[in-house]
């Protein structure tokens, strides 16, 4: 589905809406539009995020990023089954406007996380977030 940028920021921007992403500090997900970028790559990303060249990266796959934040358990109480479906919602946002959907994980231990895909338009758009991991 073709969405001008602003249009696109202000889909990913709904989905995202309160969500928080939890780890030992839990972070807001941050739309964002690279309208410049036409290719990617590793070293674009850490370019684009302003990271030195030598950070890590890890990549995952965005099902298995999305598993453990949209399962809903027979235990969760109704503001838990509330957080999977909004976080269910905004995967499949992220699905239905960017192609080529991948998650990468910036750094160690204080992570920055991108899940970022191919816009219709050719350019690469997605959400950030943030993570503590120690």
Same mark, same amino acid.
Do not use: C
């Given at each position: 589905?073709?969405?001008?940028? +602003?249009? *696109? =920021?202000?889909?990913? &921007?709904?989905?995202?809406?309160?969500?928080?992403?939890?780890? /030992?500090?839990?972070?807001? #997900?941050?739309?964002?539009?690279?309208?410049?970028?036409?290719?990617?790559?590793? +070293?674009? *990303? =850490?370019?684009?995020? &302003?990271?030195?060249?030598?950070?890590?990266?890890?990549?995952? /796959?965005?099902?298995?990023? #999305?598993?453990?934040?949209?399962?809903?358990?027979?235990?969760?109480?109704?503001?838990?089954?509330?957080?999977?479906?909004?976080?269910?919602?905004?995967?499949?946002?992220?699905?239905?406007?960017?192609?080529?959907?991948?998650?990468?994980?910036?750094?160690?231990?204080?992570?920055?996380?991108?899940?970022?895909?191919?816009?219709?338009?050719?350019?690469?758009?997605?959400?950030?977030?943030?993570?503590?991991?120690?």
């Amino acid at each position: 589905m073709t969405l001008p940028p +602003d249009a *696109l =920021l202000s889909q990913l &921007r709904s989905a995202a809406h309160g969500l928080q992403y939890p780890s /030992e500090t839990d972070a807001p #997900f941050v739309p964002f539009a690279w309208q410049t970028m036409r290719d990617f790559s590793i +070293d674009k *990303l =850490l370019i684009a995020t &302003r990271h030195d060249r030598n950070t890590p990266v890890d990549g995952t /796959e965005p099902e298995d990023f #999305f598993a453990p934040l949209t399962r809903v358990e027979e235990w969760f109480d109704d503001s838990e089954r509330e957080i999977a479906e909004q976080f269910q919602h905004l995967f499949d946002t992220l699905k239905d406007y960017l192609h080529e959907l991948s998650v990468y994980r910036v750094g160690t231990v204080n992570m920055d996380i991108y899940i970022i895909g191919k816009t219709d338009d050719g350019y690469y758009a997605g959400v950030s977030t943030k993570a503590v991991e120690t």
